[in-house]
């Protein structure tokens, strides 16, 4: 394990276009088609986040994620990513999160970016990686969720993310200081691997 801390994207950043296999989540939200496109999103707020299904910081954060899935229901749409390399682990697998999913009792689309391009399009470091994006989709708040970490005795509430989403929903600012996400580094392919290689 490598702790690592989010890129910390430009503010304001527009969301990058993607479509990608939807492993887990409400079959609904993908739409006709075999993947979920980010075309199909409505004109509300979206939490992006990057997960996969081994990591410890990711494990120690599942339960507010449920929390704030059913706290903000019916005013955020949420997706999750998962772009580690299965060449390395491959808990991390389609499996993998789909199991992750339905122990959590998440409801949200749960996708795999196989190929790592969306994760290099969002500049994504570490898993958790949290990325808020306002009505228009472009980038109000990316940072920790709160300051819990496994071990560290600091209560798991997600204050950081909500302080953002309440003031996004009320319409006030939103703070430009903002606190980097730390985790597990994404898994990238090997050198000279193919995803599916």
Known sequence: MVLTASTMLPLGTALPAFALEQVAGDPAARGSGPLWRSSLLRPEPLLVLFLCAHCPFVKHIEPELGRLAHDYAGRLQIVAISSNSIHTHPAD??????????????????????????????????????????AAHRLVYRGQLDGSRPGNGVPLDGRDLRAALDALLAGTALPQEQTPSIGCNIKWHPDGVMPFG
């Open 93 to 134: 697998g389609p499996d993998g999160l789909r199991a992750q999913a339905e122990r959590c009792g998440w409801r949200f689309p749960y996708l795999w970016d196989a190929d790592q391009d969306v994760a290099r399009a969002f500049q994504a470091a570490c898993t958790p990686d949290l990325y808020l994006f306002d």
